[in-house]
């Protein structure tokens, strides 16, 4: 028989397994398996990380993807999304995904956008159609991607601002924090893979797609082994997870009141947002050090949009959990590889009659087989195979850098 205690699911658990200092190892449970913390999460702006197939961010050993809402709800739309039957099942997907409120994307269209208590009116970068995102339809976009962690709408404080703009910019940013949490509570039943949710029709052939690789998923550890709630149906009233995002600038002071604030209202993860939009990066990094301070201990903290192998590395040991950044994914493309000796650009022609691997110290697919005269050719050649394997290499670079800090942290 179960207990009561079984029978009311957690959708997201955080067990801190080791601390040094500051920093924590730890573990964060969601419906779709298990993530090791702290984590580097690629980006998968489109519901893909450009160029690199699922089943290769497996074996790379990626348990939580992001995806942005502003982009999939212009294109395919959230709606073609959620009848497909959400994200994980969009994208087969089986394990964790993040994805963001929208906020820092429209933040980002400058001369697009216009703010209003009620929310932010947009022009789609597309085809310059007008748009509207609240906290209220951003949350509801959210639910229908149906990410395991969602995040509340935020407006971005743009960089550099006077200081009663911050104020006033935090301000907006904690009213929406609870429209979000409050359209969230209401409707947080309405996820696709909520076994409770009586949803549109999905075709029968989708509900029985397996994942091909679902006994390594299994024997690996993770929960997860179909791209429906994988809890293998035990825990059907699974919902999602809201994260709540601090703001405040660059005024540690603001910070502190943002943080306080938003965890009066209360989330289940917080983020710091409203860094890296230009300011230096010592300034950054002052302010996470300043903001992490008001942070609850037993909740994951996630920083978003940062930042270089060596970065990511100083904000796990100031106590960061969770970070995203597309640095690692875009600089492949253009040939910049962040390797153990250093960052390479592999486009040099010194690299043309190079035959030693492109990272003698990384163990990744792209390292054990291939040349740096081979990458450099592929990139010099326009050739596509050239993005996807640099992208397989930096992202496979982040990881095992945050592996190194994971283990750096469990010896203490
Ligand atoms: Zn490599």
């Known amino acids: ?119 932010v009116t947009f022009r789609s ?42 104020r006033q910019s935090m301000a907006l940013t904690l009213r929406w924090a609870e429209r979000s949490k409050k359209y969230f509570e209401q409707h947080k039943q309405e996820v696709p893979w909520n076994a409770n949710h009586v949803g549109p029709d999905v075709p029968v052939w989708a509900g029985q797609r397996q994942l091909a690789g679902s006994a390594e998923i299994r024997s690996a550890g993770q929960v997860g082994t179909s791209f429906d709630s994988p809890r293998t149906g035990s825990a059907p009233t699974q919902t999602q997870s809201l994260f709540g995002i601090v703001q405040g600038g660059m005024d540690p002071a603001l910070r502190n009141e943002s943080a306080e604030r938003t965890i009066e209202i209360g989330f289940s993860g917080y983020a710091i947002g409203g860094l890296s939009v230009g300011e230096p990066r010592a300034l950054t990094q002052e302010i996470v050090a300043a903001t992490v301070l008001h942070l609850p201990v037993d909740k994951p903290r996630y920083l978003m949009g940062v930042g270089t192998p060596e970065e990511i590395v100083e904000y796990a040991d100031l106590g960061i959990d969770m970070m995203d950044c597309v640095l690692p994914t875009r600089a492949a493309r253009h040939g910049l590889l962040f390797t153990s000796e250093g960052k390479i650009s592999i486009k040099q022609a010194r690299y043309a009659g190079d035959d030693g691997p492109l990272d003698p110290n990384c163990g990744c697919r792209v390292c054990r087989r291939y040349s740096r005269a081979y990458l450099r050719h592929l990139y010099a050649s326009n050739e596509v195979l050239a993005q996807v394997l640099n992208t397989v290499h930096n992202l496979s670079f982040y990881l095992d850098t945050m592996r190194a800090v994971r283990h750096s942290i469990g010896l203490g």
């Open 125 to 166: 970068h597309l085809d310059g159609s007008s748009h509207f995102f609240s906290p209220e339809s951003a949350t509801q976009a959210q639910i229908g991607l149906g990410a395991d962690i969602i995040m509340a709408f935020d407006e971005c404080t743009e960089y550099p601002a006077e200081s009663e703009r911050v």
């Open 1 to 119: 028989m179960q207990s009561a205690l079984e029978s009311q699911p957690m959708s997201l658990e955080f067990q801190i397994e080791a601390t040094k200092a500051a920093a924590r190892a730890g573990r964060l449970i969601t419906p779709h398996g298990e993530v090791e913390t702290p984590v580097f999460m690629p980006v998968g702006t489109l519901a893909s990380v450009k160029g690199v197939p699922q089943e290769v961010l497996e074996e790379l050993d990626v348990q939580i993807l992001l995806a942005n809402t502003y982009h999939l709800y212009l294109r395919p739309g959230v709606e073609q999304i959620r009848r497909l039957g959400g994200l994980h099942r969009f994208m087969a997907w089986p394990r964790a995904i993040l994805t963001d409120s929208g906020g820092f994307q429209v933040f980002s269209l400058n001369d697009l956008r216009k703010v209003s208590e009620e929310g």
